[in-house]
Nanobody
Framework: QVQLVESGGGLVQPGGSLRLSCAAS????????MGWYRQAPGKQRELVAVFTSGANTNYADSVKGRFTISRDNAKNTVYLQMNSLRPEDTAVYYC?????????WGQGTQVTVSS
């Protein structure tokens, strides 16, 4: 069974930074799309950043210029570097992967931006 394991969430002050990691239990070369979604309380899950094909990326407008998605193929890991964090970035962040016709999700990691 394919697993996506997130880490790196936590509490940070506004303007601070965090880096999330998502380790896949399989080679990410077999994954079509991989990246990050988030869900704030009372809101729908939304895309944050994702690798679409090859090295192409797609970012939510609200995080452009602040967040950067990257990956380490040798470690089967995708990262999300989050800078200049705002209170409205507070959410549970989920790692996502689409492999063949299946959507895969991690368990989620909480990010809280508060003073």
């Amino acid at each position: 069974q394919v697993q996506l394991v997130e880490s790196g969430g936590g509490l940070v002050q506004p303007g601070g930074s965090l880096r999330l990691s998502c380790a896949a239990s399989i080679s990410i070369f077999t994954i079509n799309r991989m990246g990050w979604y988030r869900q704030a309380p009372g809101k729908q899950r939304e895309l944050v950043a994702v690798f679409t094909s090859g090295a192409n990326t797609n970012y939510a407008d609200s995080v452009k210029g602040r967040f950067t998605i990257s990956r380490d193929n040798a470690k089967n890991t995708v990262y999300l570097q989050m800078n200049s964090l705002r209170p409205e970035d507070t959410a549970v962040y989920y790692c996502y992967a689409r492999r063949f016709a299946s959507d895969l999700w991690g368990q989620g990691t909480q990010v809280t931006v508060s003073s």
